[in-house]
C-alpha cells in the first residue's frame, strides 16, 4: 500500500476563498458514485470539512455538514435519492478501520459516498479504489486564504475520471 507521495497527482488546483472550497466541493461531487471513498487531510483549518459541505451540497443530502469531531461520523440520507454522505473525522480513531467498522453506522458503505478526515494512514483498506484530497494552506499575509488542493484519484475506478477539469 503506498502513500500519497508515492501516487501520480491527477489535479493541483488553487483555491482562494471558502465560497471556491465550497464550489470545489460540488464539482467534484459529480464524479462520486455510490462506494467511493475520499481521505482528506490537512492541518486544522485547511477547509476539509468546507469542501465537504460543497459535496453534500453537490449530493443533494439532507442536513447541514458540520465537522464531525465530536461525534466521529455523521450519515447525511440523499434527498434526491442518490448514495448518502457518510462524513468522518478519524482524528481519534486509534485502531483505523478496526474503530471504523465499530461505528455501526446505519448505512452501507458501499451504498454511500464516505469522505474521511484525517483518515489517511487509518481506512485505505476500505477501499483499494479512493480519491486522496489534500490540502495546503498558503503562507504570508497575501496567501492566508489560499489554499492549494491535490486530488490523487487511486486505483481503476479513478483512471480515466477527468479530475483535472475540477480546476
Do not use: C, N
Not at 13 to 34: F, N, S
Not at 59 to 88: E, Q
Not at 148 to 154: A, D, L, M, N, R
Request: net charge negative; aromatic share 2%.
Amino acid at each position: 500500500m503506498g502513500t500519497t507521495q508515492d501516487l501520480d497527482v491527477r489535479a493541483r488546483i488553487t483555491v482562494e476563498t471558502a465560497d471556491r472550497m465550497r464550489e470545489l466541493g460540488r464539482r467534484l461531487a459529480a464524479l462520486l458514485r455510490p462506494g467511493d471513498l475520499v481521505l482528506l487531510s490537512g492541518e486544522l483549518g485547511a477547509g476539509k470539512t468546507t469542501l465537504t459541505r460543497g459535496l453534500g451540497e453537490g449530493l443533494g443530502v439532507r442536513g447541514a455538514v458540520t465537522s464531525p469531531t465530536f461525534v466521529i461520523a455523521r450519515v447525511h440520507p440523499s434527498l434526491t435519492g442518490g448514495p448518502a454522505l457518510v462524513h468522518v473525522d478519524a482524528y481519534r480513531l486509534g485502531g483505523g478501520l478496526d474503530e471504523m467498522e465499530d461505528l455501526d453506522l446505519d448505512v452501507s458503505l458501499t451504498e454511500s459516498v464516505v469522505v474521511v478526515e484525517w483518515g489517511e494512514g487509518k481506512v485505505e483498506d476500505l477501499s483499494e479504489d479512493r480519491l486522496h484530497v489534500a490540502i495546503h494552506r498558503g503562507t504570508g499575509d497575501e496567501a492566508h486564504d489560499v489554499r492549494e488542493v491535490v486530488i490523487t484519484g487511486v486505483g481503476e475506478r479513478w483512471t480515466d475520471a477527468p479530475l483535472t477539469e475540477l480546476g
